[in-house]
């Protein structure tokens, strides 16, 4: 890929995103913040990729792929009003199908093409199909590790704001003061993930996405984590008292310090 395609790709999904620009201030505001976090998600595609040592080609499509991971959200949004996968459709399979007829992807070689929409479509599975190989598998696992930078990112400045008090409207289940569950720390240690469906406190949902380190692909994604402080950050909204959780933050953080 050369870099003239890459602005163009970048302009096309400017275009794209403008059709669904809403009267509405509070929904043309999710939207926007779908937009600022593919910005973001694309600036860490091309860092990542360009931390790795890849080719000037690689690097564009890495960053193309960072554009237009979340290009099904829009739709999703504007059919269900709601990002929740759950209860309305998978966002990377609506990715995938809208680029496979998206006119700007035409210029590419088909093996460009099919990396991306690879790339697209499993950037949210719950783990990497074993039939991808090659660069459709290295562009999925950069993708994956560039989307989990940037909702920490998202998390600490939610954190920072107000103490997330979003979180319970995306997981309704979640009671904002109740203690960290024992079962989510025994899931942790002993699968190294665990299901948004079994998150009742905010302590638990910061412990599965710490929990998120187990599934890094890359050593520049793990430098991150250790130079942004993000453990850390976190770290400071979880009780000090429970050495249960103790236990289980320090074995994460020795997981990072190993794979930096």
Request: glycine share 4%.
């Amino acid at each position: 890929m050369e870099a003239s395609t890459l602005k163009q790709i970048k302009t096309a999904f400017g275009d794209y995103v403008k059709d669904f620009v809403h009267d509405d201030p509070q929904q043309h505001r999710c939207y926007e913040v779908k937009v600022e976090h593919t910005e973001r998600v694309a600036r860490e595609m091309r860092g990542l990729a360009t931390a790795l040592g890849w080719s000037e080609s690689e690097i564009y499509i890495a960053e193309t792929v960072g554009w237009l991971h979340d290009i099904g959200r829009f739709s999703q949004f504007q059919e269900f009003g709601s990002f929740n996968d759950f209860d309305t459709i998978n966002h990377g399979q609506r990715g995938c199908e809208v680029l496979e007829s998206w006119e700007p992807l035409t210029s590419l070689t088909e093996e460009e093409r099919q990396v991306i929409l690879a790339a697209v479509r499993h950037h949210n599975c719950k783990s990497i199909p074993q039939h991808l190989h090659g660069q459709a598998l290295a562009m999925t696992r950069l993708i994956r590790d560039a989307d989990k930078l940037d909702i920490y990112h998202i998390v600490a400045k939610e954190l920072k704001e107000d103490g997330f008090q979003a979180l319970p409207r995306m997981l309704p289940q979640v009671n904002m003061d109740a203690p960290i569950s024992p079962d989510v720390i025994e899931i942790i240690k002993r699968d190294h993930v665990c299901a948004y469906s079994q998150i009742q406190s905010l302590g638990d949902c910061l412990l599965l996405q710490m929990a998120w380190v187990y599934n890094i692909n890359y050593r520049p994604t793990f430098q991150a984590i250790q130079q942004r402080s993000i453990i850390e950050n976190l770290v400071t909204h979880l009780p000090n008292d429970n050495p249960d959780v103790n236990e289980l933050v320090q074995d994460i953080r020795d997981y990072v310090e190993i794979h930096a």
